[in-house]
């Protein structure tokens, strides 16, 4: 068998084959055997050889950024026998990670998001050999630790494939072979792993990278991240195909007959030049609203009632921003015993539900302010199993529940009885969420499935189905049309109400995805999950626009204030933490309060956006949630003992 040349120390790849071997007897001897992608790769590296030491960085961000391009750099080599031995991939592995550790750390930010990949196809093609299933877990217990941090569900999994036959049956296996993790790198730190790789001849490595890795370079130099580990694990779609949906028009306003409109003697002006001003502003607004697309979603029309609540919220709400911070009040659920899973609070401030594992949902009303009655909660029992979820109607009059009994439960807050029970999924409903004009609601399930329903019917309308994983939340869009989903796969979808499609398909998080929440325009969406971030959305460029941290745990509740300019955010660490999501924090906050050690040095891993971090007594914040006039509840169940988060 032929070995591979190595190149000189510090020259490109492919640089010296010439010195060695006749190109043109090669190549001729490769076109002979049918090797055509050998051929290929050995006739651009040929190439690169020819070209100045800086060509490669000559090159154009659009040609970089195409995935054959990157491939081209990567050239895939034979399978010799002494690059398939156990040992070399020890080695190979080993080494690589120690280079990547002693980089500097500009670079080191970029390239510690490759191990995780490297890592898991080593592990894996040493497990597809039988003759290496020893070496594979030798492998596997040397290197898993320091992967923990940020995987553990997926290491644990990787942890319980013991034979080939396994890993074929495997569904997160089955995952990272047929996908590619995506990462994005600068245009540097790429030359430089490239350039290591080639001069240590390592082929495995290089061959993973070329086959697993999907690399998009970008013509900028690293920027520092905090820290974080970042790259796109497999979604269940090619890097193509997620680039198709992403690419798909989507209207994220909101549309005309959803708006509350004022009333005439509110809008009379006082002079006859303000009437003729405002004639040509109401034409204008008409023409505005011809030109927009129409809903494909049925609005049942505003009651009164709800309409003049509306309006009177929209003159009396509080204006936010990051000088001007909102009230906040907390409400606790003392002597839970941990049975407490969820505690909802509606837009209104007047009714607070908790879920509990005893299959019960208990009702408070809480706009009696502190006044101790027999009727202040009442028990709605119905579910045969834990209650996992809940969501009120936008007048508060209706109630939705989610169970571990496969059914959604439709509640009146004023009778305190169940109305409905809606049976579809087949597994635990893990979230349910009702839409902005109270008429629809979406369930998410353990089936890997959300399902969109109607009040008045039994049946679902719709079910979208293609995410790899349990759907753990469901959020509905401002306007209706579209519904966002979040999985255990990590990752994000939009879906089109009216087709069932999918609109968007967003990856990034590290852990599995537990919340959702629009801004009020409709415009972003923010995410949070296991892996302690909280990733920004812009739902028209389908890029992502920020990384929130400083959450010391899990996030499990997000909101947009009314007006979009502050982001609110609780989970398990037992803080609520306010962030700047307009980018124009300037003012002195607790930024730089919250992101320091004890000794006062600032800690790289918090967020400039960052402006209030609010502790809570040992209680685990649930739900957090702006009322249309800007005042910020939150609530959550008080957890006895240490707290085991410290914020």
Avoid at 229 to 248: C, F, L, R, W
Avoid at 437 to 445: C, N, T, V
Avoid at 494 to 522: C, K
Wanted: hydrophobic share 35%; glycine share 6%; net charge neutral.
């Amino acid at each position: 068998a032929m070995t591979q040349p190595t190149a000189p120390s510090g020259s490109l790849p492919g640089a010296g084959l010439s010195q060695e071997i006749n190109p043109n007897v090669l190549l001729d001897y490769l076109r002979k055997r049918g090797f055509r992608l050998t051929e290929q790769a050995f006739r651009t590296e040929f190439q690169s050889a020819k070209q100045p030491a800086n060509a490669l960085a000559l090159k154009s961000e659009v040609e970089l950024e195409n995935p054959q391009q990157v491939a081209n750099f990567i050239s895939t080599y034979p399978n010799t026998s002494e690059a398939i031995d156990s040992k070399n991939y020890f080695k190979q592995y080993s080494e690589f990670r120690e280079w990547i550790f002693a980089s500097l750390d500009m670079y080191q930010q970029e390239l510690v998001s490759l191990l995780y990949p490297v890592f898991v196809h080593c592990y894996l093609d040493l497990l597809s050999k039988p003759l290496y299933k020893d070496e594979a877990e030798r492998f596997f217990k040397q290197f898993f630790k320091e992967h923990e941090e940020y995987h553990e569900n997926d290491v644990h999994q990787l942890q319980s494939i013991k034979t080939a036959d396994q890993m074929k049956e495997n569904e997160l296996a089955i995952n990272y072979r047929k996908y590619q993790f995506s990462v994005e790198i600068s245009r540097f730190s790429f030359e430089l792993m490239l350039s290591f790789l080639h001069d240590k001849n390592y082929l495995i490595v290089l061959a993973i990278l070329n086959r697993r890795v999907h690399f998009r370079i970008i013509n900028a130099r690293p920027t520092p991240n905090g820290g974080i580990v970042q790259y796109n694990p497999p979604a269940g779609k090619t890097e193509g195909e997620k680039k198709d949906i992403n690419s798909k028009n989507l209207y994220w306003g909101l549309y005309d007959e959803q708006l509350p409109k004022p009333k005439e003697k509110e809008m009379d002006l006082s002079d006859s030049e303000d009437k003729k001003k405002g004639k040509k502003e109401s034409k204008a607004v008409k023409t505005e609203v011809k030109k927009t697309e129409r809903s494909s979603v049925k609005f049942p029309a505003l009651t009164d009632r709800l309409e003049s609540e509306y309006l009177e919220d929209l003159n009396n709400r509080a204006k936010l921003t990051s000088i001007a911070l909102p009230s906040v009040c907390f409400y606790t659920a003392f002597h839970t015993y941990e049975g407490m899973n969820h505690m909802e609070l509606s837009s209104d401030a007047s009714l607070a539900a908790g879920c509990f594992a005893d299959s019960s949902v208990r009702l408070w009303d809480i706009k009696k302010k502190g006044r101790r009655e027999e009727d202040d909660c009442a028990l709605l029992r119905g579910h045969s199993g834990p209650v996992f979820n809940a969501s009120f109607s936008p007048d508060s009059q209706w109630l939705l529940t989610c169970s571990e009994d496969k059914s959604v439960r439709l509640w009146n807050t004023q009778t305190k009885t169940n109305l409905v029970c809606y049976k579809s999924h087949n597994y635990p409903v893990w979230s349910v969420d009702f839409s902005s004009i109270g008429y629809y609601f979406a369930s998410s399930s353990h089936d890997r499935t959300a399902r969109l329903w109607s009040t008045d019917q039994v049946n679902p309308l719709r079910i979208f189905a293609g995410h790899l994983s349990d759907v753990n939340c469901v959020k509905f869009h401002p306007n209706c049309n579209y519904i966002a989903t979040g999985s255990s796969d990590k990752s994000i979808r939009l879906w089109d109400v009216n087709t069932a499609g999918p609109v968007r398909i967003f990856t990034g998080h590290l852990g599995s995805v537990n919340v959702l929440a629009f801004s009020p325009d409709g415009k972003y969406l923010a995410s949070a999950a296991d892996d302690n971030l909280i990733m920004l959305w812009n739902l028209a460029t389908s890029k992502k626009v920020a990384t929130l941290t400083g959450h010391k745990g899990p996030v499990w509740s997000l909101d947009f204030s009314a007006e979009g300019t502050l982001l609110a955010s609780g989970g398990s660490d037992e803080t609520v933490r306010l962030w700047d999501v307009t980018g124009n924090n300037t003012a002195e906050n607790d930024a730089e309060t919250e992101g320091t050690n004890n000794n006062g040095s600032p800690t790289p891993s918090t967020s400039k956006e960052l402006i209030k971090t609010l502790p809570t007594k040992r209680t685990p914040v649930f739900q957090v949630k702006f009322t249309r006039r800007n005042l910020l509840m939150a609530a959550g169940a008080y957890r006895g003992g240490e707290s085991q988060v410290q914020p």
